[in-house]
């Protein structure tokens, strides 16, 4: 069932220069420098705020003061460009730090079909788990939503103050465990010793520790431990985190502790960035509208 | 007071070698050796001032401080030690003294008084605290109770706004309207298909639509408005709400540590209120520093947890200063500062270098020499407080405002405005005791107005008493103690005998004992260490330790003697001259003194009757010198020169000295040399003249006769005594005599001579071996005398002064008259 592997070829990082996303800059920047792949870093000029400006009434309600201001679209306008200039100076510097090669593009339309357009296979998405949102990031931003959802190859979800770094621990959840464990070792590369598994719980919990042992020892990856989950819940996931002093956490975005409201609190406030392999959620992905459609190659 | 048996003669008869030094016979003091005397150290002659310091110190009001004077080596330090342990040792424990945090003004530690040994108890009790508080709170903030309560209040304020933004966000969709993020805000645009309306299409919309859309847009920018302000009331309410948690928390771990270190003060208003000073401040404070990294922390960053630095600065504003602990003490304190500087009189403020500045707590604050002594009495020298800058001011203003106030010089002087310590003064309560000389007592009497309020009471060291028998024997008490205080070999009674006459010598009076313990101390130790560790020490150790003494200190002496024995001096001790006369001078070095000759000669001329003293005309003579000459010239006057203008012009002159001479014991000498010069009678020079006159012609007492008699003596012995030399002293002086051995040997073998002179006459005739004369019932002196001599020779100048004037020159008949009335005198060259 499972697709021929796709090398992780780039990574591609989109911002808005929210605290989140700047943060993901960050862990793209440290993934790219570690697996040596290139970075394109890419902002996406918000045609919707551009369209609503326009419109001869349109006021802005200031997140902090809670002010109603008018607000014009040459207003708006001004304040992307700078925004675009301020996140490529911040490229510039983050990734010449680590000497990543890297290119900025600066895109306009609708942001959730612009990321999408440009992510290729063998790309890996980095994003903010929210925007400029007025939530503070207690929940997931809306477009990190839609993606999450969405299909596509590996994402990373970063909130603020977080770092990437290892070990990384791998939620074993599902059919698809064998390509998530797959998927990890790629992404680990030559560092895949630092991987904790955690199996979800199911009847074949027991048997999966070994197969996932044996799976390893296949993959010529050295001892690991393994972390028998209690519950599939958000909460015995963030427990084991803490316990194995994670940097990382690796998952399947169908993972039961990502659904409903809860799971995607958990996303929105998670202690470590998240990597989250999808597939389509069903016989019948919803085509995103946008230009290009999206690419539909899961890795591993 | 007269010795009972000093013989007294006439008045040109001389002295009895007995009467020149009064000896000590060791037979009369009650022990053989020191060791079998009491080791009691005493003072002697010191009433005056024993009897003041009781007064002094026994008086609990104000300004009854003690200034102590008298010479070095009275036994000053020693009584008033003596006098303050006994005074201390009946009074109670003072207080300790402690500096606290105050925890509502940083900068102003407050003082407080415990009872003694209570400090230091309070400090360790405070020491414990804070380890228990250190382990106790970091747990409670780790409980599970404390983790859950924290997470109900922060999930119940993470709701209420997103319960907020989810409603308008609803809302918004149900109306058709997309609320849009931008960085500094959010933007409500109508939505039709997904897509946003842009101005082209909503123009299209009908008007009712158009307003409808608009007021929607209205009315959820006010919703938001009113959440996003609720925001930071909401923020604030659960900001109060995770305080008053760990306020709760805080108190109920540690409320009952602090409990437990009340209970043993619990009478002490001071420490109680400071306890719950610390109770309060725990709770408000304790959190933010120790509460655990990562754990329950303000989500948005506020109250970063502690560093290390912050932590141990923490724990330090609970310390307790302990400044003065008298726990082992025994009666109020008894302090002594040998260096009273400013600080550490008044105590100061440290300070710790950190990261390149200096910083300071009430910690380093440093008690000084008042805070120790409060409560009991200080000891200080007088003369190093003065010495000291703004010691003696600062000492002054404390006893004045009875207020300890720690603060450095700067800002007591108003030079320094930088924040720093300001201790809460002390209230202080402490008897000073300064000890010093005269001089500085009459001073600071003169001139410093605060002085004598602050030091009312003088105690004033007599560095002589009487010599009487029971004054010997106690003396030598006092000697014994002396040798055994300083851990000496014992003495020998002729030791301490011989000791005893110094300590006449030392007064410079044979019927006075000297007080000064010090010299004697010195002498003491000098005998013991040439009598090379054996003991007793022998009298003859002790004259050996004093003419050590002597030879040591007598290098000017003996350049002088030389000086004079090789004739490079001109001092005559044989024969007899006109107008020339040896006076006697006392050279002060040092603490030696010696006496030494001098030539003293007279010429006369024709005159208006001034006698002109050259050592002032030179500025070498002093005042008193001066004043010795003109009474000299009232004198000569008056007995000789009643009925006619003095005709005379004298000069008199110090010959060959090159200082400065002063004092008027010289002014019989010059007299004598004066009258000779006028009579032209030669005088004796195998004798030497002391002692001043008055304007009738006594002779007056002297000081040094001792030395003055001795520096005679000393050239005659080395120039071989002829038998007939000897000296004048003024008679008033012959009790003081305390010569040394040798003169007084070579008195009693009849080769050296001492005359008590109490007229002048008495000494013309000693000088002149003529018979001075007296005036008869006709008013003339005897025909032939030498009164009659000087009288005839002022007329016969009067009548050529007189001739002068009338353009003649000297009379033919003047001058035989003048020739007349001489007549040569006995034994002159």
Known sequence: MSAPPVRLRRVVVALDASPHSLAALQAAVDLASARKLELLALFVEDLRLLQATALPFAHEVGAFSGSVRPLDAAQTERRLRDLATRVEALVAATAGRAAVPWTFRVRRGDVFAEILASAEAGDLLSLGAAGWSPMRGRALGETA??????VGGPMLLARRGTRLRLPLLVLLEGERWRETLEAATDLAGEAAGALVLAVAPGPAQAAREGEARALLAQLGVGPTRVRLLAGSGPSPLRAVVRREHAGALLAPASAAAFRGEAGERLLAGFDVPVILIRWGPSAAPARPQAAQGPRKSPLG | MAHPTRPTGGPADELKADALRRELDPAGLPFATTDEAAAEPVVLGQDRAESALAVGLGMVHDGFNVYALGEAGTGRHFVVERALRAEAGGRSVPDDLVYVHDFSDAIRPRAIFLPPGRGPELRRAMDVLMDEVLTALPAAFESEEYQARLKAIEDAFKEKPEAGFKRIQEEAKARGLAMLATPVGMVFAPIVNGNVLDSDDFEKLSGE???????????????LQKVLRAMPAWDRERRDQVRALDHDIADTAMG???????????GHRGVTEYLEAVRAELIESAPRVLKPHGRGGDPSGEGAPADPGEREGFRRRFRVNVLVDHADAQGAPVVTESNPTYTNLLGRVEYVAQMGTLVTDFNLIRAGALHRANGGFLLLDARKVLEQPYAWDTLKRALKSRQLRIESLGQSM?????????????????????????VLYYLLSAYDPEFLDLFKIAADFDDEMPRTPAQEVAYASLIAALVKGAGLASFHADAVAVVIEHAARLAGDAERLSTRTGPLMDLLREAAFHAGGTAPVRAEHVRHALEQQRYRAGRVRERLLDAVLRRTLHIDTEGARVGQINGLSVVQLGPSAF??????????????????????????GGPLHSKGVLILAGFLGARYAVDHPPALAATLVFEQTYGGVDGDSASSAELYALLSAIAEVPLRQDLAVTGSVDQHGNVQA????NEKIEGFFALCRERGLTGTQGVLIPAANAPQL????????????????????????????????????????SGAFPEGSFNALVEARLQSM??????????????DRADKARRKARKPPKGST
Do not use: C, W
Request: glycine share 14%; aromatic share 2%.
């Open chain 2, 738 to 777: 305390m010569l040394e051995r040798d003169v007084v040997d070579a008195v009693r073998d009849g080769r050296f001579h001492v005359y008590p002179v109490a007229r002048v006459d008495d000494g013309v005739a000693l000088l002149s071996g003529m018979d001075a004369g007296e005036r008869g019932a």
């Open chain 2, 595 to 620: 006496g030494h000759p001098s030539r003293i000669t007279a010429r006369v001329r024709l005159g208006r009757g001034e006698v002109t003293d050259i050592e002032r005309e030179v500025e070498l």
């Open chain 2, 702 to 705: 002297i000081g040094g006769v």
């Open chain 2, 798 to 811: 009067a009548a050529d002064l007189a001739a002068f004037g009338n353009g003649g020159g000297r009379g």
């Open chain 1, 145 to 150: 939503g839609r993606l999450v959802q969405g």
């Open chain 2, 209 to 223: 639509e158009q307003a409808r859309v608009r007021g929607d847009i209205d009315e959820l920018q006010q919703e």
């Open chain 2, 256 to 266: 009952h540590l602090v409990d437990e270190v009340q209970v043993p003060f619990s």
């Open chain 2, 414 to 438: 108003g030079l320094v405005s930088t924040v720093s310590l300001a201790p809460e003064p002390a209230p202080l309560d402490v008897k000073v005791v300064l000890v010093g000389d005269r």
